[in-house]
């Protein structure tokens, strides 16, 4: 396949002021459509990132399973089986370079489910995978929107050449009608309960032996730590898209996702990163560690400490930081990763972790790609060693992981990339959500307690799903 198979066209650019709150846009603008996204990034306190992206009208669509790759383009659609990170790559290199803006002008907007291990390492695939999904999903939008919130000036950009004058005053309009963002009401939040009936797809004795097993491969000296966890099934009692708008409420995070893959809806504000790569440089930051928010600032600030000074939680953080540190080394100029904040606290809805960031510059002969081959998956979602604890994860869970643990972000046609972890996600499918939490197995976890944190971790997204419960009723 050559890369002009499917040629970019220069899109069409457009400035306007305002600063629109980017959920009310989207649904105004593709609330109806069977295909679009939106990524925004919000801080606990009403903050928000400078940026929030959303898009639609896809040009191209791009799938994969295994090897077998379903690329659309133009209503056509071609199979070919092939690696699907070298033809997503070279669907983003046939991308215009003179762009107009240099934030995120367009590209690759999806995920790459957690079974794209398989392509990076010799994994066993012995699982079940009862939903079905796309490995990997991704849209190349014909419209780009990017809400620049600090200018409160909106770029456009229209990918396609027919009719981009009718658009661009169609989005227009709706820019301008729409309403500034307002901060989320506190007692919106409190009437949240997590009162909704969730069906596991394991035991609680299953799950604990599960513990039990890893255990034994830790003390044996095969891994030090493995990630388990379980997919809760739920009825879907309101639109995908308000379970995302709960979100934003009860737990704002660094990456808040909508994603609306025809039917496949992905709901998301995941607190960590994978990796991120602009222009030459390279970050990705390591989270682990966690302590609930304390009622009042004196008794936070007692958990801030009290966590940082846990011999458990500080060994299992040092290990991740190795691991990121080894994982970039793969892609960067040697001597150029550097460990730019170690041990800071950082504060979410209801959580706090510990993070560290680290950096580097990568490689002339290595892009995004290489990257997330060499990152992919995320050590806290899988454990250490990376392959052991792989291979470990699929004998002693009980179904493919699908998007969660995966990456979700795009890569842009200006070679960078921005990927999170798929976790603290909801996923939609035929009429089901389903969401997964798993808890980080080391020598001296107790079982039950392992078992209660994958719970405590849904229970969190619970209270998103019964918010837009209310709200919707």
Do not use: W
Request: hydrophobic share 40%.
């Amino acid at each position: 396949m050559s890369s002009s198979l499917f040629p970019v066209p220069r899109p069409h650019y457009r400035r306007f002021r305002g600063s629109p709150c980017p959920l009310t846009l989207y649904r105004r603008v593709y609330g109806e459509e069977r295909f679009g996204f939106l990524y925004e990034s919000l801080e606990e306190r009403g903050g928000r990132d400078r940026y929030s992206f959303l898009g639609g009208k896809p040009r191209v669509l791009f799938r994969s399973k295994g090897d077998v790759c379903d690329i659309e383009f133009d209503g056509i659609t071609h199979h070919l089986r092939h690696d699907p990170l070298t033809l997503l790559r070279r669907l983003v290199q046939v991308g215009s370079t003179a762009l107009p803006i240099s934030t995120f002008p367009g590209g690759a907007v999806g995920y790459l489910g957690y079974d794209m291990i398989r392509f990076l390492a010799k994994i066993p695939d012995r699982n079940p995978d009862p939903l079905e999904l796309p490995e990997s999903q991704f849209i190349f939008p014909n419209e780009i929107i990017v809400i620049d919130h600090l200018d409160e000036v909106v770029h456009v950009l229209l990918y396609d050449d027919g009719g981009h004058v009718e658009r661009a005053a169609e989005l227009a309009a709706a820019i301008d009608s729409c309403p500034t963002p307002a901060p989320a009401a506190s007692n919106d939040v409190a009437d949240a309960s997590d009162d909704v009936p969730l069906t596991a797809n394991i035991s609680r004795e299953e799950f604990c032996a599960g513990v039990d097993r890893a255990k034994q491969y830790i003390r044996s000296g095969e891994i030090f730590q493995v990630v388990l966890s379980q997919r809760f099934e739920f009825d879907l009692p309101v639109p995908p898209i308000d379970l995302y708008a709960a979100l934003r409420t009860t737990n704002p995070s660094p990456y808040m996702y909508y994603l609306h893959f025809d039917d496949l809806e992905i709901a998301g504000s995941s607190p960590e990163m994978l990796a991120r790569l602009t222009g030459r440089r390279v970050v990705t930051r390591p989270l682990a560690g966690t302590r609930p928010r304390g009622r009042d600032a004196a008794q936070d600030e007692a958990l801030a400490e009290e966590l940082l000074a846990d011999p458990k939680e500080r060994a299992e953080h040092v290990m991740l930081v190795d691991l990121a540190r080894n994982d970039l080394g793969r892609v960067c100029i040697p001597g150029s990763i550097n460990i730019d904040e170690f041990f800071d606290v950082e504060r979410y809805a209801k959580v706090m972790h510990i993070v560290s960031n680290v950096s580097g510059r990568i490689r002339d002969d290595r892009d995004a790609f290489d990257l997330f081959r060499s990152t992919f998956p995320a050590g806290t979602v899988s454990g250490a060693p990376k392959i052991r604890a792989m291979q470990i994860i699929d004998e002693l869970e009980t179904v493919r992981r699908g998007p969660y643990a995966g990456a979700i972000g795009y890569f842009s046609y200006l070679g960078d990339m921005d990927l999170c972890i798929g976790i603290r996600t909801i996923f939609a499918h035929r009429g089901k959500g389903y969401l997964q939490a798993g808890a980080g197995i080391v020598a001296d976890s107790d079982p039950v307690t392992e078992y209660e944190e994958t719970h405590s971790k849904a229970r969190g997204l619970v209270r998103a799903i019964e918010l837009a419960r209310r709200r919707h009723h």
